[in-house]
């Protein structure tokens, strides 16, 4: 048998534990509670936390123009519901946009900057020689010290040249290396026969030339087009189409090879230094392509040793002009 204080004590223990149950109960409420209302807070921090965009770089060419006229309209819309300070901050603004696609358009101009570039050019080109004289004439060997006065024959003259036309600033002026032959005949007199003559002549000429009949550069939408794909280089042969005519003229060293031949035989004097002088003008049907008339004056000393024969010779002035003709391609 238990005793009845032992008794009693087992039944506070039962009611003590029976509080002990809504205890642990309300504690489970409360943290409960407590997740719920944190989860709540995180929420609402999140709802007001600040939202991060990342901005896409701008793009150039037109959408960006575009872009830019939007945010125009748009800031034109919201200057009408603002107060006047805000409606000079968007002035301020417009001021700057203005201002930040005027240096585009400077810069654009600066990058179709037209600079000249090299020309190289050949050519070839025939016509009429006027011989003037054989002025100075005297006998050597022989028949030295008599005097004597020949003419030259007119005849004809054919050739070619090659040349190049500097590049930047110096595209007025070349070089230009050419060689033609001719045959302006010694005619008889003074006691002398006749005699045939050829002459081949090889110079380097110094060459400068001025442009004539230039059109307006901004006609020419097929060479604007072209600079702006391909960049700052302006070509003279663009130059060549826009002034379809040039005036140029030259001199230079000349180098002659001259030969004479009668019933005596033969007489030659080769690698004489002269003088060759010209003067022309061309116009460019093309970029590329031009016909050309020209003037060209020649002088020279020449001294055949067996033009009257084995023992008597024959020295001189040669001066003759030619009237030529002719194409050349520029490239």
Partial sequence: ?????????????????????????????????GLVFAGGATCFAQSNAPIII????????????????????NQRERSQEVGPATQ???????????????????????????????????????GFTWGHSFDNAEGTGSDKGTQRSLGLENSIVYGGKIGYFFPERYNWLGLEAEGFNTTPHLQQGSGLVGSNMRVTTVALNVIARTKLGCMNRDNDHDTNRRNDMHGSNWSSLDDNARCPVQLYGGVGPGIFF????????????????G??????????????????????????????????????GLRGDYTASHVVGGLAWHF
Wanted: aromatic fraction near 8%.
């Fill in 258 to 273: 001259a030969e004479t031949s009668n019933q005596f035989g033969r007489s030659e004097d080769n690698g004489r230094v």
């Fill in 1 to 33: 048998m238990i005793p009845t204080g032992a008794m009693t004590d087992i039944k506070l223990t039962k009611k003590e534990a029976s509080r002990m149950i809504p205890t642990r109960r309300t504690a489970q409420y409360v943290l409960a509670l």
């Fill in 54 to 73: 990342q901005e896409r770089p701008q793009e150039a060419g037109p959408a960006t123009r575009d872009r830019d006229i939007q945010d125009r309209t």
């Fill in 275 to 312: 003088l060759n002088a010209l003067a022309g003008m061309k116009f460019f049907m093309n970029r590329h392509l031009a016909i050309y008339a020209e003037y060209k004056f020649n002088y020279a000393q020449f001294d055949f040793s067996q033009a009257q024969g084995q023992t008597a």
């Fill in 88 to 126: 000079d901050r968007v002035n301020q603004d417009r001021t700057m946009q203005q201002e930040r696609m005027g240096d585009r358009t400077v810069v654009k101009e600066r990058v179709v900057e037209r600079r000249h570039e090299g020309e190289t050019y050949v050519g070839g080109f025939g």
